[in-house]
């Protein structure tokens, strides 16, 4: 409608003024990545937002998704400004490990490496010996075992069970969870399965397992757009947020994507497969971050002595997926 063309003309604008560019997560609503591609900027998943931010020349960064992936762009470019439409946009994963707690979890297991996942504080990544993302869990965590190092994940559970199914890893798992995925529901899952025989299960691994192991293929949301390419099924039932369709879609046209189910509909479920952070990422935020930054509400920050501590692992996480 009218109001969305002129903010949306009014970002444009301010993006050239500033020497901005729109990095915007796949969960963000499709107005956002739409402006992301139109305007040079990136979609993308949290490992290549990292990257894109990292290495485009602009002098500041608007990240559109949750405060971490804001955070990581600071710590990575500590000479951009980086802005997000709102502070206030956090992250279950994140809240649900303090860094005091999960400090206490570490020191308790001295002789294990720790491993988090990029859903997290900066102080956390500053306490972990390894961060990673989604698309490359699995990959570091085979490499560490292969090492013979014992583990400590966090703090996504359904990840880390996942992972320690898979690699066989000797790990210990900090006890948190998404609110998007975590309401996939296995039983409601099958009976959709029943009335679409030929449509192929595409799970984000911070699913419960019981959800993980109807998949026909489980992965970060860039390989779940993969998979929706690769695949040669025509329908898909997709496990992970609803942002995602918006980019499944383009890759694949023809194809029917539906929703998998969750525990509730309205004010039943938590998220009804979106995340109410993601959903903060308005278009009007986006500009009011760019026009009037306050930067306690806009403006991303981290402690110089934690920024240098937090960078080792994340480069690391870098070095490794190159
Ligand atoms: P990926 O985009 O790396 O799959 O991560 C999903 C996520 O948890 C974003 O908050």
């Known amino acids: 409608d009218a109001e969305k063309s002129s903010f949306r003309a009014h970002i444009k604008q301010l993006l050239k003024q500033k020497d901005a560019v729109l990095v915007a997560h796949y969960y963000t609503d499709p107005e956002i990545q739409a402006l ?24 500041t ?31 279950s994963l994140d809240v649900g490990c303090p860094v005091n707690d999960f400090s206490a979890f570490c020191d308790a297991h001295p002789e294990h490496t720790v491993v988090v996942y990029a859903n997290t504080s900066a102080a956390v990544k500053a306490r ?46 900090w006890q948190g969870e998404c609110v998007v995925h975590d309401e996939f529901k296995a039983k409601a899952l099958r009976e959709l399965k029943i009335q679409y025989p030929d449509a192929a299960i ?28 690769s695949l040669p099924n025509s329908t898909f039932i997709v496990a992970t947020d609803k942002g995602i369709f918006y980019k499944m879609q383009q890759a694949v046209p023809g194809k029917l994507l539906i929703e998998a189910p969750t525990g509730g509909q309205g004010a039943t479920c ?53």
């Not at 139109?38 to 894109?52: K, N, Q």
Request: one cysteine or more; hydrophobic letters at 45%; proline letters at 4%.
């Open 36 to 59: 992301a591609e139109e305007t040079g900027g990136c979609v993308a998943d949290s490992l290549e937002m990292a990257r894109f931010g990292k290495e485009h020349q602009a002098k």
């Open 128 to 173: 972990a010996d390894w961060v990673v993302t989604s698309s490359i869990a699995l990959e570091v965590v085979e490499h560490l075992d292969s090492l013979g190092k014992k583990i400590i994940w966090g703090p996504d559970r359904h990840l880390g069970s996942y992972i320690q199914k898979q690699t066989g890893a000797d790990m210990l798992l």
């Open 61 to 91: 960064l608007i990240v559109a998704g949750v405060k971490f992936m804001g955070e990581t762009a600071k710590i990575l470019s500590p000479e951009k400004t980086v802005l997000m439409p709102t502070l206030d946009a956090t992250c």
């Open 270 to 322: 938590r998220s009804c497969a979106h995340c109410p952070w993601m959903a903060m990422n308005g278009l009007k935020a986006i500009a009011n971050a760019l026009e009037n930054i306050q930067p306690a509400q806009h403006q991303i920050y981290v402690d110089e002595t934690l920024r240098e501590k937090a960078l080792i692992p994340l480069t690391r996480m870098l070095e490794f997926a190159t």
């Open 202 to 229: 595409l799970v984000h691994p911070e699913s419960p397992a019981s959800v993980v192991e109807l998949a026909d293929a489980v992965g970060s949301t860039s390989q779940l757009i993969k998979a929706s390419q």
